[in-house]
């Protein structure tokens, strides 16, 4: 038999999140950033699972859903200490919600995937908010050839799931350019800019406005070289709902140039 999403028990609607996850080091290092994390995490329903849309699982031509029922923890970076390299988060899958949330994209060419696991954008973010690790996780990945507007419009017909008891998680920056990072520096002024209109978008709830962008406008080249770390963004605000009231839990940048602003948004 096929899981649908009406297959799954009914909850109150979870929240959704956007984390402005940074480097990954913010997984084993104490920061304001990863305290914000953990405090956010311990606030929080319990979820029946968490579906975390990361910058860091790209794809071309469909959405992958991961259904696997133990994600491995990918290492994807160098050139950090041996601590991170180690670190693993051992959560289990979610294959049940998990092809639950393919039956709610078959308008989409979502496909399942067997292959991935929990990259850095996901676990990294989790272990801070989700310690343990006993809450089934499993990831979408994005589809690079979709136009932003339609990322949006895949993230509506997720929100079903937050009456699942399923926590969205959008992980990636408003503000992402890492050849521009400089040590000894609060912030550029184009860095400030642009994440100053993503925060004022998102206070006024116009968030089909930040879908409607232009990625070669030259601010917008500025803060996102290229789009991944932007698009997780569009997933968490097309999965909200109309009385959802947004909120910052965590503001400020790394290096000059990544924005780590977070967004809550609940009734």
């Known amino acids: 038999m096929t899981l649908t999403p009406s297959s ?7 929240p959704v999140l956007f984390i402005g996850h940074g480097s ?23 979820p029946t699972a968490i579906l975390v849309i990361s910058a860091h699982w790209m794809t071309r031509g469909a959405s992958l859903v991961h259904i696997g029922r133990k994600p491995r923890t990918i290492h994807d970076f160098g050139g950090f200490p041996r601590a991170l390299h180690e670190a693993q988060y051992p959560a289990p899958g979610a294959p049940d919600v998990a092809t ?36 089934p996780v499993y990831q979408l990945s994005l589809d690079l050839s979709r136009p ?10 997720l929100r079903a799931l937050r009456r699942k008891g399923v926590l969205i998680v959008g992980s990636g920056n408003a503000v992402h350019n890492l050849p ?10 184009w ?31 500025m803060a996102h070289p290229t789009i991944e770390h932007f698009l997780p963004l569009l ?17 400020g940048f790394d290096l000059g140039s990544i924005s780590m602003r977070s967004v809550l948004l609940a009734a």
């Open 191 to 221: 860095a400030r800019e642009f994440d100053g209109r993503i925060a004022g978008a998102i206070e006024r709830r116009d968030y089909s406005a930040l879908a409607e962008i232009n990625p070669r406008d030259p601010l917008t080249r």
């Open 235 to 251: 997933y968490t605000l097309g999965a909200a709902e109309e009385q959802d009231n947004p909120s910052f839990f965590a503001e």
């Open 8 to 14: 799954l028990p009914d909850t109150p609607a979870m």
């Open 100 to 135: 639950a949330t393919l039956d709610l994209l078959r308008d989409h060419h979502a496909e399942a995937d067997l292959e991935w696991g929990l990259d850095h954008g996901a676990w990294c973010v989790l272990l801070r908010m989700f310690p343990k690790a006993d809450v």
């Open 180 to 189: 521009a990072m400089r040590y000894g520096i609060d912030a550029f002024d």
């Open 24 to 46: 990954p080091m913010h997984a084993i290092e104490d920061s304001a950033f990863s305290k914000a994390w953990g405090e956010m995490g311990a606030s929080l329903p319990a």
């Open 148 to 157: 932003l507007k339609d990322h949006m419009a895949l993230a509506r017909d």
